[in-house]
Structures are given as C-alpha cells and as structure tokens.
C-alpha cells in the first residue's frame, strides 16, 4: 500500500499518517508507461473520487469498464464518501447490473434522518455537531454488505481473506487534520460499514464519528475534507514492507481512477438548476466544504495524475444535495458513459 503509513492495529487503533510529502516530477517515461496500460486496458486498481449524488455518474462509467473487460481484472479499490459506497458494493461482489439496481433504487434523501425541526436542529449541531445521526445510512450500507457476504459488520480482514480484495476508504482526523486510511493492514478488525459511514460524514449535515484511541477522543468526518480523490494510494507498494508510505514513488501505471468534472457545463443543464447561491447557512456551507476540497485537490496533481483519470462531466450539483430525481440519475449515468468512451478514444 502506498502513499501513507500504517500498520496491523488491534481493535479501532488508528496510525496517524505523518505529514504529507509533495512527490517530485516524474521522467515522462512514467507517462509513457501509464498511456501504455490504457492503450492495453490492463489496469488493477481503481479508485473513485468523492462528489455527493454526482457519485450516479460512476454507474454509466464503470459499464464501459465493465464493456471493455476492465472491471473483472480490479483487484484493489480506493473511494472517498459516493466513490467510498460504490467501491465498497463492487469490492464485496456487486456486478455492474446489480450496483446500477441499487443505486437506481436508493433513496438518498432518506440518509438526511433528522426530521424533528429548527430547533432540535441547532441542538444537534452544538451538542454533537452535526444535524443527522447517519443511521439510516449506516442500516442500509449494512444491508447491502449484508446481501452479499452474509454480514452486515463484515471487516476489512474478511474481505482480503474471503474475496482477496483490497479496499482502501478516505476519512479525515479533524484532531490532526490529516487523511486517514481504512483498510485491511490498518484496520483489519473494522467493520466496513464504520469506515464508509465515516468517509460520507458531510460536516455539519451529520453526525461526526467519534472515536476512543488511547486516551484522545479522536473526530472522525467526511474524507472529502482532506483527500478527496485518493488516486496516488496503490503507487510505491513495496513488498519487503506492505505498510510503508512511498512518498517519491511513480505513479502506479495500472490505477485507473473515475473523476467528477464540472467546469464545462452550465448550472441549469438538465433542467434542474443547481447553482450554488449563497444566502442562508446551508449553501454557505456548501460552499465552504467545495472551496476547503478545490484547494486541498490543486496540491495532489502532478504528472500523471490526468493520465490516469477518467474525466466525467456532470452538472453542477451541491455536495449537501441528497434529493434527486430519476430522470437526473439516469443523465448522470449517461455523463458516464460518455466520459468513460471519451478516455478510450484519446
């Protein structure tokens, strides 16, 4: 694993990761190497950003994966909050017909489970800081490990053991302010559901996760925060030590990552007008969290980085927006496919 540090914990234990390291430019024969994998479509980690709702689009790109016999050879998989679901559901054996189902069926407004009113509201946000518990999500990604593995707290070691996969998900320390890893060498006893819960806590819209670690109470949110689009994570894997973070390492040329873009089209595409307009503290804090993520993103390209992702164009929708429509999702699904045809072809 690499890219950050860690090693087997007993129980919830978590090893910080030290301090990030900028990876120096990489000889162009690294992108050379990197286009030649594409052109070959042999890749074996994929990784998937996070995005809120946005995330449906992942549906339509990953049947053109599924298309093109790419999806059947991914051994490793990296997600942070929608991208952290989706690779969760693949990793414990959804195929790409039975991730599209689930999703098409999900009804992300019921994850917003606080419905008492303003006042308990504000109580939530002092007191535990945030406006929702998340349990109706935690139940239902659950259910659905659940439906696959016979176990709804199925952890990181089973997965590795049973299915030999590999599944990294991206939370944020608000203590340390760092990105933390969950994943079989890291947090071999945790159940899955925990972490994905974790990497989709929206600060403010829910409930942080809390943590005992010695004796720091340590405050678990959404991973979006701090590593949004975990793509370097699979580069520098070093035998002689699994744990060790590889911070001039190339970039691994058979990661392939699926990544959100929406610079190119307009806010009322799709007849749904998803602009972001600040003028109560909702949309401020939509803004706040997008800003905190663009900036933290800018830090992480490099060479490479491009060249290995999957550009998809969707529509401007904010990240606390849970209430979408069929018809948007199937558009979504369909910016997909087109930026998954899109990457091929160039």
């Not at 990197?34 to 042999?42: G, Q």
């Amino acid at each position: 694993m690499g890219n950050f540090k860690s090693k087997p914990i007993k129980e919830y234990e978590i090893k910080e990761s030290k301090e990030d390291v900028m990876i120096s430019p990489q000889d162009s024969k690294y992108v050379e190497e990197i286009l030649k994998h594409k052109k070959e479509k042999d890749y074996e980690n994929l990784v998937l950003e996070g995005g809120g709702v946005k995330g449906v689009a992942y549906c339509g790109a990953l049947e053109v994966l599924d298309e093109k016999g790419i999806l059947k050879k991914i051994k490793n998989y990296a997600g942070t909050s929608v991208g952290a679901i989706i690779t969760t559901l693949l990793a414990v054996g959804y195929d790409i017909d039975e991730l599209k189902d689930e999703i098409m069926d999900l009804d992300f407004g019921s994850f917003l489970d606080d419905k008492i009113g303003i006042i308990r509201d504000c109580y939530h946000l002092l007191h535990d800081y945030g406006v929702c518990s998340g349990k109706v999500f935690f139940d239902k990604i659950g259910e659905l490990i659940e439906k696959k593995t016979g176990d709804k707290n199925f952890t990181f070691w089973q997965l590795k053991c049973k299915y030999n996969k590999k599944l990294v998900l991206v939370g944020t320390d608000c203590e340390n302010s760092k990105p933390v890893y969950f994943w079989f060498g890291a947090t071999p006893t945790m159940p899955i559901r925990d972490a994905v819960r974790i990497s989709m806590s929206i600060p403010y819209i829910f409930q942080p996760i809390h943590h005992k670690n010695k004796d720091t109470d340590m405050i678990f949110v959404d991973g979006g925060l701090s590593d949004n689009y975990p793509i370097e994570v699979f580069d520098g894997d070093y035998p002689e030590d699994p744990y060790a973070r590889t911070n001039l390492a190339p970039e691994n040329s058979k990661t392939i990552g699926l990544k959100l873009i929406t610079n190119n089209l307009k806010p009322i595409e799709f007849g749904e007008r998803c602009l972001n307009k600040i003028d109560s503290f909702m949309s401020f804090n939509t803004a706040l969290l997008e800003t905190m993520m663009s900036v933290n993103e800018r830090s992480h390209i490099h060479p490479g980085y491009w060249e290995r992702s999957v550009k998809i164009e969707v529509p401007i929708i904010p990240i606390t927006k849970f209430h979408i429509s069929d018809k948007l999702k199937e558009e979504l699904i369909k910016c997909g496919r087109i930026g998954a045809y899109r990457f091929f072809e160039t």
